[in-house]
């Protein structure tokens, strides 16, 4: 079955940056694009951006340009979220997301399914 | 970028009927770009409610419904279950492929 497992609990000080991990199985990798939503404590979901994992291009929200870089390596079917300039205001859970169809183009449809989330600290 | 706008919270007793709105803009629903829903339990990630504004995946009760008309969208749920409490998330994206949440709404079974 289609499976998205992240990379365990990270905790960085202010000012620093941040590697999520996302590695994807069940499927064949490239042909499905993944995004990034991130959801602090009690707060709702916010998207981040998306990559292409065929041929890698990336969108991101303006909220985050500049300080957010996807990437993926097709080698392992992982995909990789890194945000750098860190402060305590992207303590957060952050989730990847496989687009549930493919062949419509990237950032139209669906997501499912998700992966468990990984909690980013960010404290002094 | 645009913003969908949800109400915070919406309640009902079992049994009752409710329905959360997302208003968008004419730069993403109003421009044609389908309406997601999902429903996040506590404890738990997302799961897709309702996709392309109306469609039920496979193992979603029909309790659960959505629709789309100009630059809103609305999901309905019939015969409220204590198990339906929960956050309820639209989602749609718009001209420049940018998704975009709303801000969620919080369902209560009274």
């Known amino acids: 079955q289609v499976q998205l497992v992240q990379s365990g609990t990270e905790v960085r000080k202010p000012g620093a940056s941040v590697k999520v991990s996302c590695k994807t199985s069940?499927?064949?990798?490239?042909?499905?694009?993944i995004h990034w939503v991130r959801q602090a404590s009690g707060q709702g979901l916010e998207w981040m951006g998306w990559i292409h994992t065929g041929n890698g291009n990336a969108v991101y929200s303006q909220k985050f340009q500049g300080r957010v870089t996807l990437t993926r390596d097709t080698s392992t079917s992982t995909t990789y979220m890194q945000l750098s300039s860190l402060t305590s205001e992207d303590t957060a859970i952050y989730l990847c997301a496989r687009e549930a169809v493919n062949g419509f183009g990237s950032g139209v449809v669906w997501l499912d399914p998700w992966g468990q989330g990984t909690l980013v600290t960010i404290s002094s | 970028q645009s913003v969908l706008t949800q109400p915070p919270s919406v309640s009902g007793a079992p049994g009752q009927r409710v329905t959360i709105s997302c208003t968008g803009s004419g730069a993403d629903i109003g421009a044609g770009f389908d309406v997601h829903w999902y429903q996040q339990l506590p404890g738990r990630v997302p799961k897709v409610l309702i996709y392309n504004n109306n469609n039920r995946p496979s193992g979603v009760p029909d309790r659960f419904s959505g629709s789309r008309s100009g630059t809103s969208a609305s999901l309905a749920i019939s015969g409220l279950q204590p198990e339906d409490e929960g956050d309820y998330y639209c989602h749609s994206y718009d001209a420049t492929l940018h998704g975009m949440f709303g801000g969620g709404t919080k369902l209560t079974v009274l």
């Open positions: 069940g499927y064949t990798f490239s042909d499905y694009t």
